[in-house]
């Protein structure tokens, strides 16, 4: 059975760090993208950022560019997000995602194409 397991959520600082783990399981997930996302109370799950399987193609959303950084080790079935620089604005249950398609390389965006979901982390940022 295919399962995503989240950690690292928590509380942090406005200014502050953390870092963000999803591990894989019961699935070859090297061959598949992987992507963050994340839903703020009362709003729809978003973007954050996703990796192609060969972590060659990655996309940001407009609002973590250059604070937020996805990385993947496909030898341990693992992938992170670093988030740098956080803001109110990035309180939400953070969510990691595979697919099970074949895109060529690349990171898809969208909620629809991907296939396996984790439990969500949250994350508070205080101001």
């Known amino acids: 059975q295919v399962q995503l397991i989240e950690s690292g959520g928590g509380l942090a600082q406005a200014g502050g760090s953390l870092r963000l783990f999803c591990a894989a399981s019961g699935g070859t997930f090297s061959r598949y993208p992987m992507g963050w996302f994340r839903q703020a109370p009362g709003k729809e799950r978003d973007i954050v950022a996703a990796?192609?399987?060969?972590?060659?193609?990655?996309y940001y959303g407009d609002s973590v560019k250059g604070r937020f950084t996805i990385s993947r080790d496909n030898a341990k079935n693992t992938m992170s997000l670093q988030m740098n620089s956080l803001g109110p604005e990035d309180t939400a249950v953070y969510y990691c995602?595979?697919?099970?398609?074949?895109?060529?390389?690349?990171?898809?965006?969208?909620?629809?194409?991907?296939?396996?979901w984790g439990q969500g982390t949250p994350v508070t940022v205080s101001s």
């Open positions: 990796i192609s399987w060969s972590g060659d193609n990655i």
């Open positions: 995602a595979a697919s099970r398609r074949l895109l060529g390389n690349r990171a898809p965006v969208t909620v629809a194409e991907y296939d396996y």
